[in-house]
Protein backbone atom coordinates (compact mmCIF):
# COMPACT_ATOMS: atom_id res chain seq x y z
CA UNK A 1 0.00 0.00 0.00
CA UNK A 2 0.77 3.36 -0.90
CA UNK A 3 1.87 5.71 2.34
CA UNK A 4 3.78 8.75 3.00
CA UNK A 5 4.78 9.00 6.89
CA UNK A 6 5.94 12.48 8.24
CA UNK A 7 6.31 11.54 11.91
CA UNK A 8 6.54 15.00 13.61
CA UNK A 9 3.89 17.00 13.54
CA UNK A 10 5.37 20.61 14.65
CA UNK A 11 9.22 21.47 14.27
CA UNK A 12 10.45 24.15 16.26
CA UNK A 13 14.01 26.01 15.40
CA UNK A 14 15.66 29.21 15.75
CA UNK A 15 16.65 31.66 12.89
CA UNK A 16 19.71 30.61 11.39
CA UNK A 17 20.00 26.99 12.67
CA UNK A 18 19.82 23.90 10.34
CA UNK A 19 16.53 22.29 9.72
CA UNK A 20 14.97 18.95 8.28
CA UNK A 21 11.91 17.95 7.78
CA UNK A 22 11.15 13.82 7.95
CA UNK A 23 9.24 12.01 5.45
CA UNK A 24 9.63 8.05 4.61
CA UNK A 25 7.55 6.22 2.34
CA UNK A 26 5.97 2.99 1.48
CA UNK A 27 5.85 2.19 -2.57
CA UNK A 28 6.13 -0.98 -4.08
CA UNK A 29 6.91 0.74 -7.63
CA UNK A 30 9.24 3.51 -8.46
CA UNK A 31 7.53 6.89 -6.93
CA UNK A 32 7.44 10.33 -7.60
CA UNK A 33 7.77 12.48 -4.18
CA UNK A 34 7.02 16.00 -3.80
CA UNK A 35 7.08 18.75 -1.10
CA UNK A 36 4.51 21.22 -0.66
CA UNK A 37 3.70 23.84 1.34
CA UNK A 38 1.16 26.26 3.01
CA UNK A 39 1.99 29.54 4.49
CA UNK A 40 -0.35 31.42 6.44
CA UNK A 41 -3.60 32.67 4.31
CA UNK A 42 -1.94 31.31 1.50
CA UNK A 43 -3.16 28.11 -1.12
CA UNK A 44 -1.36 25.39 -0.51
CA UNK A 45 1.46 25.45 -3.23
CA UNK A 46 4.57 23.13 -4.60
CA UNK A 47 7.33 23.84 -3.00
CA UNK A 48 9.85 21.55 -4.85
CA UNK A 49 9.94 17.41 -5.95
CA UNK A 50 12.56 15.13 -6.64
CA UNK A 51 12.48 14.70 -10.15
CA UNK A 52 13.69 18.52 -10.88
CA UNK A 53 16.49 17.50 -8.25
CA UNK A 54 16.29 21.91 -7.51
CA UNK A 55 16.49 24.31 -4.49
CA UNK A 56 13.98 26.39 -3.79
CA UNK A 57 14.43 29.22 -1.46
CA UNK A 58 16.91 27.34 -0.40
CA UNK A 59 15.22 23.67 0.31
CA UNK A 60 17.00 20.38 -0.72
CA UNK A 61 15.28 16.75 -0.69
CA UNK A 62 17.24 13.81 -1.93
CA UNK A 63 15.30 10.92 -2.43
CA UNK A 64 16.87 8.03 -0.72
CA UNK A 65 15.59 4.62 -2.40
CA UNK A 66 17.27 2.21 -0.20
CA UNK A 67 16.36 3.94 3.33
CA UNK A 68 12.75 5.22 1.74
CA UNK A 69 12.91 8.88 2.76
CA UNK A 70 12.64 11.85 1.04
CA UNK A 71 13.68 14.69 3.69
CA UNK A 72 13.71 18.39 3.39
CA UNK A 73 16.72 20.29 4.81
CA UNK A 74 17.34 24.27 4.65
CA UNK A 75 21.03 24.69 6.29
CA UNK A 76 19.62 28.41 7.79
CA UNK A 77 16.02 28.75 8.84
CA UNK A 78 14.62 32.30 8.40
CA UNK A 79 11.22 33.58 9.92
CA UNK A 80 9.42 33.24 6.70
CA UNK A 81 9.83 29.83 6.28
CA UNK A 82 7.37 29.18 9.59
CA UNK A 83 4.80 27.31 7.24
CA UNK A 84 2.92 23.80 6.86
CA UNK A 85 4.65 22.05 5.19
CA UNK A 86 3.24 18.32 3.67
CA UNK A 87 5.80 15.17 1.86
CA UNK A 88 3.59 13.65 -1.07
CA UNK A 89 4.23 10.37 -3.35
CA UNK A 90 2.69 9.77 -6.79
CA UNK A 91 2.35 6.29 -7.73
CA UNK A 92 -0.05 4.39 -10.04
CA UNK A 93 -3.32 3.16 -8.22
CA UNK A 94 -6.23 1.45 -10.04
CA UNK A 95 -7.67 4.53 -11.53
CA UNK A 96 -4.40 5.94 -12.47
CA UNK A 97 -1.99 7.77 -10.87
CA UNK A 98 -3.35 9.83 -7.40
CA UNK A 99 -0.84 10.95 -5.21
CA UNK A 100 -1.19 10.69 -1.18
CA UNK A 101 -0.08 12.83 1.20
CA UNK A 102 1.64 12.89 4.78
CA UNK A 103 0.08 13.93 7.85
CA UNK A 104 1.93 17.25 7.72
CA UNK A 105 4.68 19.37 10.02
CA UNK A 106 4.50 22.35 11.38
CA UNK A 107 7.39 24.33 11.08
CA UNK A 108 7.92 27.40 13.60
CA UNK A 109 11.33 29.18 13.27
CA UNK A 110 11.76 31.75 16.25
CA UNK A 111 13.76 34.63 16.08
CA UNK B 1 -3.18 32.06 -8.13
CA UNK B 2 -2.90 29.35 -10.56
CA UNK B 3 -6.79 29.70 -12.49
CA UNK B 4 -8.61 27.10 -9.81
CA UNK B 5 -11.55 28.65 -7.80
CA UNK B 6 -13.50 27.23 -4.84
CA UNK B 7 -16.85 28.40 -3.50
CA UNK B 8 -18.10 29.49 -1.20
CA UNK B 9 -15.33 30.04 1.16
CA UNK B 10 -17.99 29.23 4.33
CA UNK B 11 -20.66 27.28 4.33
CA UNK B 12 -23.24 25.90 6.85
CA UNK B 13 -25.26 23.12 6.50
CA UNK B 14 -27.61 21.93 8.94
CA UNK B 15 -27.60 18.10 9.59
CA UNK B 16 -29.29 15.73 7.26
CA UNK B 17 -28.63 18.13 4.09
CA UNK B 18 -27.01 17.76 1.54
CA UNK B 19 -24.68 20.20 0.02
CA UNK B 20 -22.40 20.57 -2.83
CA UNK B 21 -18.91 22.50 -2.91
CA UNK B 22 -17.91 24.11 -6.22
CA UNK B 23 -14.40 24.18 -7.98
CA UNK B 24 -13.25 25.11 -11.35
CA UNK B 25 -10.27 25.50 -13.10
CA UNK B 26 -9.52 27.27 -16.81
CA UNK B 27 -6.27 25.94 -16.52
CA UNK B 28 -7.47 22.82 -19.65
CA UNK B 29 -5.86 20.61 -17.02
CA UNK B 30 -7.38 16.82 -17.79
CA UNK B 31 -6.88 15.75 -13.79
CA UNK B 32 -8.83 17.16 -10.74
CA UNK B 33 -8.94 15.94 -7.19
CA UNK B 34 -10.83 16.54 -4.31
CA UNK B 35 -8.92 16.84 -0.72
CA UNK B 36 -10.29 16.62 3.05
CA UNK B 37 -7.87 18.86 5.23
CA UNK B 38 -8.53 18.17 9.10
CA UNK B 39 -5.77 18.94 11.91
CA UNK B 40 -3.08 16.31 12.24
CA UNK B 41 -4.38 14.16 9.61
CA UNK B 42 -3.23 15.64 6.56
CA UNK B 43 -4.82 16.04 3.33
CA UNK B 44 -7.17 12.73 2.73
CA UNK B 45 -8.20 12.00 -0.88
CA UNK B 46 -12.01 11.97 -1.29
CA UNK B 47 -12.31 11.73 -5.20
CA UNK B 48 -10.05 12.47 -8.01
CA UNK B 49 -11.13 12.13 -11.94
CA UNK B 50 -8.38 11.83 -14.51
CA UNK B 51 -10.66 12.50 -17.49
CA UNK B 52 -14.59 14.30 -18.34
CA UNK B 53 -16.96 11.61 -17.60
CA UNK B 54 -14.37 9.92 -15.38
CA UNK B 55 -13.80 9.46 -11.63
CA UNK B 56 -12.64 7.12 -8.93
CA UNK B 57 -13.08 7.00 -5.23
CA UNK B 58 -10.30 7.95 -3.37
CA UNK B 59 -9.24 6.73 0.25
CA UNK B 60 -12.73 8.50 2.44
CA UNK B 61 -14.91 8.48 -0.22
CA UNK B 62 -17.94 7.56 2.01
CA UNK B 63 -20.63 10.19 2.24
CA UNK B 64 -19.24 11.81 -0.57
CA UNK B 65 -20.12 12.16 -4.91
CA UNK B 66 -19.01 13.55 -7.65
CA UNK B 67 -19.38 14.19 -11.41
CA UNK B 68 -17.06 15.39 -14.09
CA UNK B 69 -19.49 16.67 -16.46
CA UNK B 70 -17.27 19.15 -18.09
CA UNK B 71 -13.33 19.75 -18.16
CA UNK B 72 -13.16 22.60 -16.16
CA UNK B 73 -15.92 21.54 -13.25
CA UNK B 74 -15.47 19.22 -10.37
CA UNK B 75 -18.23 19.61 -8.12
CA UNK B 76 -18.48 17.56 -4.88
CA UNK B 77 -21.66 16.68 -2.81
CA UNK B 78 -20.99 15.99 0.19
CA UNK B 79 -24.19 14.06 1.11
CA UNK B 80 -26.38 13.30 4.74
CA UNK B 81 -24.85 10.23 5.05
CA UNK B 82 -21.08 11.30 5.92
CA UNK B 83 -20.88 11.32 9.29
CA UNK B 84 -18.41 13.88 10.36
CA UNK B 85 -18.67 16.37 6.90
CA UNK B 86 -17.05 19.71 9.32
CA UNK B 87 -13.68 20.46 7.52
CA UNK B 88 -11.64 22.20 5.63
CA UNK B 89 -12.24 20.82 2.01
CA UNK B 90 -9.78 21.28 -0.81
CA UNK B 91 -10.19 21.24 -4.93
CA UNK B 92 -7.15 20.69 -7.15
CA UNK B 93 -6.27 19.94 -10.08
CA UNK B 94 -3.05 18.96 -12.66
CA UNK B 95 -2.33 18.40 -15.84
CA UNK B 96 -3.33 14.78 -15.87
CA UNK B 97 -3.76 12.09 -18.40
CA UNK B 98 -3.50 8.12 -17.12
CA UNK B 99 0.05 8.18 -18.17
CA UNK B 100 1.20 10.84 -16.11
CA UNK B 101 3.20 10.63 -12.45
CA UNK B 102 4.92 13.71 -12.15
CA UNK B 103 2.16 16.30 -12.17
CA UNK B 104 2.11 19.63 -10.43
CA UNK B 105 -1.26 19.88 -8.43
CA UNK B 106 -2.49 23.43 -8.27
CA UNK B 107 -4.96 23.91 -5.19
CA UNK B 108 -7.73 26.37 -4.96
CA UNK B 109 -8.42 28.32 -1.57
CA UNK B 110 -10.66 25.66 -0.32
CA UNK B 111 -14.46 25.85 1.14
CA UNK B 112 -15.08 25.04 4.91
CA UNK B 113 -17.77 23.57 5.63
CA UNK B 114 -19.26 23.82 9.08
CA UNK B 115 -22.55 21.35 10.00
CA UNK B 116 -24.91 23.03 12.56
Known amino acids: AQRVTQPEKLLSVFKGAPVELKCNYSYSGSPELFWYVQYSRQRLQLLLR??SRESIKGFTADLNKGETSFHLKKPFAQEEDSAMYYCALSGLGTGGFKTIFGAGTRLFVKA | DGGITQSPKYLFRKEGQNVTLSCEQN?????MYWYRQDPGQGLRLIYYSQIVNDFQKGDIAEGYSVSREKKESFPLTVTSAQKNPTAFYLCASSIGGRKTSTDTQYFGPGTRLTVL
Open chain 2, 27 to 31: LNHDA
Open chain 1, 50 to 51: HI
